[in-house]
């Protein structure tokens, strides 16, 4: 089953419309070395991100954009990824999130509208920095 980002909330966002599509082309399986030209703008250049997911669109966002950003960890709610590690960066807990500084949770997943709702309604991440 295929999921469709909610692309209304972020039309006044240009940048940020960019970086869906190219999560939905990762989705979708493009090639990753033609979606990272043009999707990232100096705004995002080595920002300390997480990256919410481990599964493939985890991965592939990694693989696109770790270059550009400075990665702290990978997050996610499977306890059994918790405590290892993926691309040498340790997979963490959500419950995690409030002890780290960061500037951005990118959420790599096909459940990103219950991601977004655990961090920013259960977790008080701010919303403004999550992405999706």
């Known amino acids: 089953m295929a999921v469709e980002p909610d692309m209304g909330l972020f039309a006044a966002c240009p ?3 960019k970086l869906l599509n190219a999560l939905a082309q990762i989705r ?4 990753a070395q033609s979606l990272a030209k043009g ?3 100096a705004d995002y250049a080595n ?4 990256i919410f ?7 592939r966002f990694y693989q696109m954009f770790h270059q550009h950003y400075q990665v702290l960890a ?4 499977d306890q059994n990824k918790q405590g290892t590690t993926l691309n040498n960066l340790p997979v963490l ?3 995690d999130i409030g002890a780290m500084s960061y500037d951005v949770i990118y959420i790599a997943s096909q459940y990103y509208r219950a991601i977004y709702q655990q961090l920013v309604l259960e977790l008080a991440v701010p919303a403004f920095k999550v992405k999706y």
Do not use: C, H
């Open 53 to 59: 997911g481990t599964g493939e669109a985890g991965k």
């Open 28 to 31: 979708q399986g493009k090639d």
């Open 39 to 41: 999707a990232l703008s």
């Open 74 to 77: 990978f997050i996610d709610n």
């Open 15 to 17: 940048q940020l419309s």
């Open 47 to 50: 920002q300390r991100i997480l």
């Open 93 to 95: 807990s959500p419950a």
